[in-house]
Nanobody
Framework: QVQLVESGGGLVQTGGSLRLSCVVS????????LGWFRQAPGKEREFVAS????????YYADSVKGRFTISRDDAENTQYLQMNGLKPEDTAVYYC??????????????WGQGTQVTVSS
């Protein structure tokens, strides 16, 4: 059974930083595409970032490009989302995902339970 456990969410002021982590078990991590989505209250879920199995290709939503960085540590079966320059509009529940192919339009089979990120103005 594949499990994804996120951590690192919380409350931060505008301009601050957070790093989200997601530990994956039950799947060959090194061959998986990884990513993050988010959903704000009253809004549809949206793609944030993803990284392919090799780590050489990354994808970002325009709204986070230049501020967020996705990375992976295959030795620890963990993916990260470093979020800098946070804005109130980044407030959402963030979900880590695992799939076969990276990219904003890819179909991610596995989802975490979500971690809340709140950015105060």
């Amino acid at each position: 059974q594949v499990q994804l456990v996120e951590s690192g969410g919380g409350l931060v002021q505008t301009g601050g930083s957070l790093r989200l982590s997601c530990v994956v078990s039950g799947r060959t991590f090194a061959r998986s595409a990884l990513g993050w989505f988010r959903q704000a209250p009253g809004k549809e879920r949206e793609f944030v970032a993803s990284i392919n199995w090799s780590g050489f290709s990354t994808y970002y939503a325009d709204s986070v490009k230049g501020r967020f960085t996705i990375s992976r540590d295959d030795a620890e079966n963990t993916q990260y989302l470093q979020m800098n320059g946070l804005k109130p509009e980044d407030t959402a529940v963030y979900y880590c995902v695992v799939g076969d192919v990276a990219g904003p339009k890819a179909d991610y089979r596995y989802w975490g339970q979500g971690t809340q990120v709140t950015v105060s103005s």
